[in-house]
């Protein structure tokens, strides 16, 4: 990868074609991809109807800041605003997760809520009935009523402050649901988006299909988006970020088309905090550009000047607001926390951190955790998926390889330019991951961090495996590849989902005195019976939501969820269709 031609090499031409909006494939490409679009859909809404109130990672903080907004019109303000008495009388009542289990009584974890007597339970479901719409507006009562959320960049709370509105006389469970609808609505874009980069990257539609339908079998994606949260538009928006930016790598664009890469980048900033690990990965991209073009270097640079400025004009005030306020860019506490402490005396830190068990931390939480109650499958099943991503990096180094030597089947080898893109993107995130894990480590001793964060990037993550296990199969394989991966998640999912999610959320298992979960035999549920088990899902839900409904949308699950495989098979069988746009 040392040629510096001022066109694009073999593999890597400037692709032309339709607006990027307009699908110019066949109709079967295009059915195959509604198809996988509405198994998302339907996962998702099945997905935000079980989990109970409150059980998605830190869901009440995020409602409390989007009701904020909506009923006060103004941003709260980290450790000085507190939820509204609605959010804390309903947090007193419903059962809350594991991790809450520090919370004073009246507050009581799944594990404690299925021990009370029957009728302190419908004691409580009563008063959660019960409880005012107008307390949406009043302050909660005492200290514990402050929102930790108060630090999140506020696009999603603003947009989602709308529907809120015209959903204020509407009881809480309803208002929650709704919310968590549209979160599902709002990610399911990353399919067509993603169908959009992964075609550009393959050149095929097959492998595209696959790894769209690979995406909407992972379960702890559904997991991280069913919920009240802002995690569903960075999942879109970094997916549009890297499409943007693997177009305007591949060679030199107009200048004025640097608004829009800056006007998704301004967007992803008032979206995460984390969209700051995408700056030196757009950096790098940029250097690229220069490097191989030198003809087209004064653009480039007008090119990112641009791109810089509208995204500086959307979300600077943002950061410097966050600076001001708590010493810190993203606001985080533990980043926050450690404001005074010089940069060389952090980092004089990282051989104390516990690396091993912090990548641990990161990997099993993105795998699959059970919710803000940690669940955990049995961990044979986590270390079956390492192994498969570490012959994924294996296979990626052969690739890297590969290109550098231009083997004389360099042809049918991946773009470097669009590796390099997303393995910039994908390696800076993880940075910004290990940075965190230090703060964590520094302020509270440790050295874990959040794997769910790593979906926002998931269609870079899905691409570099695949191309790096394609780098390690012989050719006639690898169409098997994508199929194998999605039934791998879908076996997961089934497992976990009827072993651990709904005998947890419906009071069959519990927590062991050592913290493990108990395990769930068939026989507990045939002793409930399944009008008991449907009664207790359905516990502080809204009331549209009936036991049939329930039936109904888990029958949908399971379709969409073994019709995802189904789907992924019949996309390896297909081969390109068009260009790409």
Request: hydrophobic fraction near 50%; proline fraction near 6%.
């Amino acid at each position: 990868m040392s040629d510096r031609e001022q066109v694009p090499a073999s593999g890597e031409q400037v692709r032309t074609g339709s607006s990027w909006l307009h699908l110019p494939y066949s109709p079967a490409t295009r059915r195959l991809l509604l198809l996988v679009w509405m198994c998302f859909l339907v996962r998702g809404f099945f997905y935000s109807s079980l989990f109970p109130l409150w059980e998605g990672y830190d869901e009440f903080s995020h409602f409390a800041y989007v009701q904020h907004l909506a009923v006060q019109g103004e941003l709260p303000v980290l450790n000085q605003t507190r939820v509204s008495r609605e959010v804390h009388e309903s947090v007193r009542l419903v059962p809350l997760p594991w991790m809450l289990g520090e919370l004073p009584p009246p507050h009581v974890t799944h594990d404690a809520y299925w021990q009370l007597p029957a009728e302190e339970r419908e004691q409580r479901q009563q008063q959660f009935r019960a409880l005012s719409p107008e307390w949406a507006s009043q302050p909660a009562p005492d200290d514990l009523g402050f929102f930790w959320e108060a630090q999140q960049p506020p696009l999603y709370y603003w947009l989602f402050s709308w529907p809120l509105r015209l959903a204020a006389g509407s009881e809480l469970s309803d208002r929650v649901m709704l919310l968590r609808w549209l979160s599902v609505g709002f990610a399911s874009l990353v399919i067509p988006l993603g169908f959009l980069l992964a075609r550009r990257v393959f050149g095929e539609d097959g492998p595209a299909l696959g790894s769209v339908a690979l995406v909407a079998a992972m379960p702890e994606l559904m997991v991280d988006i069913c919920r009240v949260g802002n995690e569903s538009p960075a999942i879109v928006l970094c997916t549009l970020l890297l499409y943007f930016t693997l177009k305007m790598a591949e060679g030199p664009e107009r200048v004025m088309s640097g608004w829009l890469l800056g006007l998704i980048l301004g967007l992803g900033l008032l979206t995460k905090a984390y969209f700051l690990a995408a700056l030196p990965a757009l950096a790098l991209t940029y250097a690229w550009r220069w490097w191989r073009w030198p003809g087209e270097r004064r653009k480039i640079v007008l090119h990112g000047a641009v791109a810089s400025a509208v995204a500086v004009l959307l979300a600077g005030w943002w950061y410097r607001y966050n600076l001001l306020l708590t010493g810190s860019l993203t606001g985080q506490g533990d980043d926050a926390a450690l404001r005074e402490m010089p940069l060389l005396e952090l980092l004089g830190h990282v051989a104390e951190v516990d690396w091993y068990r912090a990548a641990d931390s990161i990997f099993f939480s993105h795998i699959w955790f059970g919710n803000w109650s940690f669940l955990q499958v049995r961990s044979w099943m986590y270390h079956s998926f390492r192994t498969i991503i570490l012959l994924a990096i294996v296979g990626l180094a052969i690739l890297v390889w590969r290109l550098w030597r231009k083997q004389k089947d360099s042809s049918s080898l991946p773009s470097a330019t669009h590796l390099l893109v997303l393995a910039a993107f994908y390696g800076f995130f993880w940075m910004g991951l290990a940075y965190h894990v230090l703060v964590t480590f520094v302020n509270q001793g440790l050295s874990d961090s959040t794997g769910w964060y790593m979906y926002s990037l998931v269609m870079a993550e899905v691409l570099l495996a695949t191309l790096g296990l394609f780098a390690l199969c012989p050719a006639r394989w690898r169409r098997w590849i994508l199929p194998a991966g999605t039934g791998l998640f879908v076996l997961l999912e089934l497992y976990a989902t009827h072993f651990l999610l709904i005998p947890y959320y419906t009071g069959l298992i519990a927590h062991k005195p050592n913290g493990h979960l108990a395990s769930f035999y068939v026989s507990q549920f045939r002793e409930v019976g399944l009008g008991a088990v449907l009664e207790r899902l359905l516990v502080n839900k809204p009331a549209f939501l009936s036991a049939s409904v329930l039936v109904v949308l888990w029958l949908l699950f399971w379709a969409a969820t073994v019709g995802l495989v189904a789907l992924s098979v019949r996309a390896s069988q297909k081969r390109s269709s068009c260009a790409p746009t």
